[in-house]
């Protein structure tokens, strides 16, 4: 079955410290991959997408991602974390590039940043 | 702006009662989409969309209902038959074209009375 999972339910790191959020997926063929991130009681917001190309993404707010094909992961990063970065992000997964645009979520992971 | 909007922000349904949330997007985007957020259970698709009068179930559809009527409006309906409506709903809309990511409303946040 395909699927995406997010290993951590939470990350804590100092402001100022790198930080990472994992993501590690199975599906079959090329996989295209989303980072969102969500702040309390509103939508998701888009950060970066993988589909093909340099395996370091770079999106919004500084954050970057890196796919690593051979160990189906997709590591969302950023070099110095803001206590405002502090959020629930999830990945996902688009496995069919036909027209089901349908994802496959993560459950997400909350990431706290403390002062 | 372009963007999507959810309303209402908070509904409270009675018991035996329907409710309808209700999803306008002004992005132009052909597939639309309906998703229920639980604590802890990340996203789960409730139905989608993809063009004008056509729409499909998602992985947890039952005790719910959507018309797509207009390409800009994707409503969705409660019904009585869904015996847990609490929770947080998010609708979402993506374009054509090269992959394109989902964009996201506010939310509805769904309350039994």
């Known amino acids: 079955a395909q699927s995406v999972a997010q290993p951590e339910d939470q990350v804590n790191v100092a402001e100022g410290n790198p930080l990472t959020v994992k993501c590690t997926y199975s599906v079959s063929g090329n996989p295209y991959l989303f980072w969102y991130v969500q702040y309390p009681n509103r939508g998701l917001q888009f950060l970066l997408k993988y589909i093909t190309g340099d395996n370091l993404v770079k999106g919004s707010y500084g954050f970057e991602a890196e796919f690593n094909k051979s160990q189906t992961s997709f590591h969302l990063k950023k070099p110095s974390a803001l206590v405002s970065d502090s959020a629930l992000y999830f990945c996902a997964v688009r496995p069919d590039a036909g027209n089901n645009r349908k994802l496959i979520w993560g459950l997400g992971t909350s990431l706290a940043v403390n002062p | 702006d372009g963007g999507i909007t959810q309303s209402p922000k908070y509904l409270f349904r009675k018991e035996g009662q329907n409710v309808t949330l209700s999803c306008e997007q002004n992005?132009?985007?052909?597939?639309m989409y309906w998703y229920r957020q639980d604590p802890g259970q990340g996203l789960r698709l409730i139905y989608y969309?993809?063009?004008?009068?056509?729409?499909q179930k998602g992985d947890i559809a039952e005790g719910y209902s959507v018309s797509r009527e207009k390409k800009e409006s994707f409503p969705l309906t409660v019904t009585s038959a869904q015996k847990n409506p609490t929770a947080f709903y998010l609708c979402?809309?993506?374009?054509?074209?090269?992959?394109?990511?989902?964009?996201f409303g506010d939310g509805t946040r769904l309350s039994i009375l």
């Open positions: 992005l132009n985007h052909d597939a």
């Open positions: 969309s993809q063009i004008v009068n056509d729409f």
């Open positions: 979402a809309s993506s374009g054509g074209g090269r992959i394109q990511p989902q964009h």
